[in-house]
């Protein structure tokens, strides 16, 4: 049989990731609608944009209308500088101290929080001459990082009294934005340390994705942090939430079938024959597997989409390959078998993953980045 490559992607291997920039412009857009007017927008692309790639969708970020753009470290934030992107960047996580020479040098703005950043800071100005752009994380319920409550109000007026760092901004970060008690415990704080000091010509920002969308009543904020949602995924809301966005998920992986084979009734399929055929039936394998972040308890659990048609996973889901039976479906080495996305009218969400596994849909998307080809597509 002739093998034909049955799509236009063209990639070294028979499997990749497509990342629809048309869906992350819609979404952007589609966000704006939930935000208040004269509100800054800040995209989380901290993971590589949670597998989209960060340096690929900023461009379309940034032309939909986002001001900031938000990490999780130092070298995050670096590389898009390397990428010649001259916006804002905040790193939201902890910065070592060594490393606020860096930051300051690629004019990255850091997250302070605890006595020795402002003592790295002050070493920073005197050996580089250069300010410490920041903003102040305040712990309002969250118990990772931040200001406690009992420290905060002192310690933002001691940074705002340092000539080495330049003091951008005040946020936090809601650990419950689906439940309106206890975001409104946060809010509180928040409100009775923001009450406490000078505000004037500062970032204010404490809503994350799912508190935007929901639309809590509160004024002490002018720039909201979007992560999940600009990738085409609804957070967990509250019930009071008034209406849900219309995202389009942007991320899709494919395979092309690299085997098609027969397999007769009583025979099994994959590592410890987790599978038996109970009649002979047509297997097709795609060079895809737990190697590439598709998690191997997904194994005999999950469906594939081929010419329209949804088609059962069979067998252990090994390393680097996993078997789909398409017995009564007409198909070539070279098609390609969707795992998560749409083909015709069949859609895969991986939504359907992270339900099977007790997990949520973040951690899954971020899987599928570790030798995956990554593909844009308009």
């Not at 390397?82 to 070592?96: D, E, Q, R, S, T």
């Not at 004037?200 to 994705?209: P, R, S, V």
């Not at 399929?269 to 009649?279: E, F, G, I, L, R």
């Amino acid at each position: 049989m002739k093998f034909q490559r049955l799509s236009n992607i063209n990639t070294k291997r028979d499997a990749w990731v497509e990342i629809n920039l048309d869906a992350i412009e819609h979404n952007i857009l589609e966000l704006k609608s939930f935000v208040k007017d004269n509100t800054k927008i800040l995209a989380v692309v901290k993971a590589d944009a949670y597998g989209h790639g960060s340096s690929m969708i900023a461009p379309t970020l940034l032309a939909s209308g986002v001001d900031y753009l938000g990490v999780a470290s130092i070298d995050e934030g670096i590389e898009l500088r390397n990428n010649k992107f001259k916006c804002p960047i905040l790193v939201l996580g902890a910065a070592p101290v060594w490393a606020f020479d860096y930051a300051a040098q690629n004019n990255i703005s850091l997250s302070l929080f605890l006595p020795n950043h402002l003592e790295a800071a002050e070493l920073t100005y005197k050996k580089t001459g250069l300010k410490t752009k920041a903003h102040i994380k305040l712990d309002t319920g969250m118990n990772r990082i931040g200001v406690e409550k009992e420290d905060a109000v002192e310690f933002i007026k001691k940074v705002q009294s340092m000539e080495s760092i330049e003091l951008q901004g005040i946020f936090t970060h809601f650990a419950c934005a689906e439940t309106e008690e206890k975001t409104k415990e946060q809010l509180k704080i928040w409100n009775d340390v923001l009450s406490q000091v000078d505000t004037k010509g500062l970032i204010l920002h404490c809503f994350n994705t799912a508190a935007t969308i929901s639309q809590y009543n509160e004024d002490k904020y002018n720039m909201v942090r979007l992560g999940l949602a600009i990738y085409g995924l609804v957070p967990d809301l509250p019930d009071f939430a008034k209406r849900q966005p219309d995202l389009i998920p942007a991320m899709s992986l494919k395979g092309r079938i690299i085997n098609i084979h027969t397999a007769h009734k009583g025979t099994g399929v994959s590592y410890s024959h987790t599978y038996t055929a109970a009649k002979e039936m047509q297997i097709a394998t795609i060079p895809v597997g737990y190697a590439d972040g598709v998690d191997r308890g997904l194994s005999n659990k999950i469906c594939g989409i081929l010419n329209g048609k949804k088609v059962p996973q069979i067998g252990n889901i090994t390393m680097d390959q996993m078997m789909f039976d398409i017995t009564g479906i007409e198909a070539n080495e070279g098609d390609v078998i969707t795992l998560i996305g749409t083909d015709d009218k069949e859609t895969i969400s991986i939504n359907e993953w992270a339900n099977i596994l007790n997990t949520i849909n973040y951690e899954l998307i971020c899987r599928l980045k570790v030798r995956l080809s990554r593909v844009y597509t308009r």
